[in-house]
Structures are given as structure tokens and as C-alpha cells.
């Protein structure tokens, strides 16, 4: 007589916490070549970047697949989505300043330590999610006061860029610029996703 095969539950948590980790390494790679920038250091940001895609889409398939998740199916898309978009914004990032023959400058490297520690964030609160809900809403706020930082950040270098009489050179550091604020926006709604989701469980 044959067994019955039970379908192994998915567990969404897991999911988010490995795409989420792949984004830090992601990011983390984006810091390593803005202190030295190398081909082989901006590569690495590509190769994360591709990881954590298939990371979103094996999420995404098993959202499809599940009757019932533990998360509201609308947030868990949501939350995956933009930190997926952490991640693009950073190989973004990389193949423009390559594009433009631009070196990263001091602002790109604070504004992507800002991302990183964000990103960490994202990856402690989902990680706390399932079983600390206090800890995750704590880390949520924290990673909404680094956009604060970001977006500060992000103004000062546009001041400081607008005084040079270079327009080629403001227009397309100003796209740099723009990436890495956008990348900074999405942390700030991953954030804003995860005190939903808290408030429901």
C-alpha cells in the first residue's frame, strides 16, 4: 500500500529572512567598492543581486501556491518587493557609475552605509517577526530614522553638487545620487510594511 505524501509546509519567514540577507550581502559588496573600486567588487553586487531575484521569485511562486500564510499575502508581496528594489537600486548604482566613468565620492559611501545599516535592519526585523514582535517594531523605527539621515544626506550632496559649473558632471551624479536616495525610500517602506503586518498579528 503507498504512502500518502504530505506537502512539507512553507515556511515564509524563512523565505523573507534569506532574500533579506541576500540584500545585505548585496548592499554590503556596494560599500566594499565605493571604498575601492574595482570590477571585480562591483561584479559581486550583480551576482548578489541575481541571488536574491531567485530568492523573490521562489517567494512569489509560494505565495501563489498557499491557500493560508502567516502574513497577509498583499504585505508579504509587498515587503518582498521592496526589498527587492533595495537590491536593484544598488547593482543600479554600480552599472551607472560605470556607464559614466564616475569614481564614487564621499557622499555616495555615506549614503550607502546608510543603506546597509537599513538593510541590516530589515534583516534583524523579519528575523524577529515570528517571534518578537516588539523587537521587530524596534527595528522598524530605527531603519525609518536612518531615512531621515538618507534623505538629509541626499540634499546636502545636491547643494553641494549644484555649485560646480560642470553640467555633464551634475547631471549624471545626480543620477547616483537619485539611486541611492530611492534605494534609502524603499528601506523607509519595507519599514512602513513591517509596522502594518506587525499591527496585524
Given at each position: ?64 501556491k498557499t491557500f493560508i500564510t502567516p502574513i497577509d499575502r498583499e504585505d ?12 536593484d537600486y544598488a547593482a543600479t548604482t554600480i552599472e551607472e557609475l560605470g556607464?559614466?566613468?564616475?569614481k564614487p565620492d564621499n557622499f555616495d559611501e555615506e549614503m550607502s552605509d ?88
Amino acid at each position: 500500500m503507498g504512502l500518502i505524501k504530505i506537502k512539507k509546509s512553507v515556511n515564509f519567514f524563512e523565505m523573507l529572512t534569506e532574500q533579506a540577507s541576500l540584500t545585505v550581502a548585496g548592499v554590503q559588496a556596494l560599500c566594499d567598492y565605493c571604498d575601492d573600486p574595482t570590477e571585480e567588487k562591483g561584479a559581486k553586487v550583480k551576482e548578489y543581486e541575481v541571488k536574491a531575484d531567485t530568492a523573490r521569485r521562489l517567494l512569489i511562486s509560494e505565495i501563489n501556491k498557499t491557500f493560508i500564510t502567516p502574513i497577509d499575502r498583499e504585505d508579504l508581496f509587498d515587503l518582498s518587493s521592496a526589498i527587492d528594489d533595495i537590491i536593484d537600486y544598488a547593482a543600479t548604482t554600480i552599472e551607472e557609475l560605470g556607464i559614466y566613468k564616475l569614481k564614487p565620492d564621499n557622499f555616495d559611501e555615506e549614503m550607502s552605509d546608510i543603506i546597509l545599516k537599513q538593510t541590516s535592519g530589515i534583516l534583524k526585523a523579519v528575523t524577529f517577526l515570528e517571534r518578537n514582535k516588539d523587537m521587530s517594531s524596534d527595528e522598524a523605527v530605527k531603519i525609518k530614522k536612518l531615512e531621515n539621515k538618507a534623505n538629509e544626506l541626499y540634499h546636502k550632496a545636491l547643494s553641494e553638487l549644484f555649485d560646480s559649473d560642470d553640467l555633464k558632471t551634475i547631471l549624471k551624479t545626480r543620477e547616483i545620487y537619485r539611486h541611492l536616495n530611492n534605494a534609502a525610500d524603499k528601506g523607509d517602506h519595507c519599514a512602513d510594511v513591517l509596522l502594518n503586518i506587525i499591527v496585524k498579528m
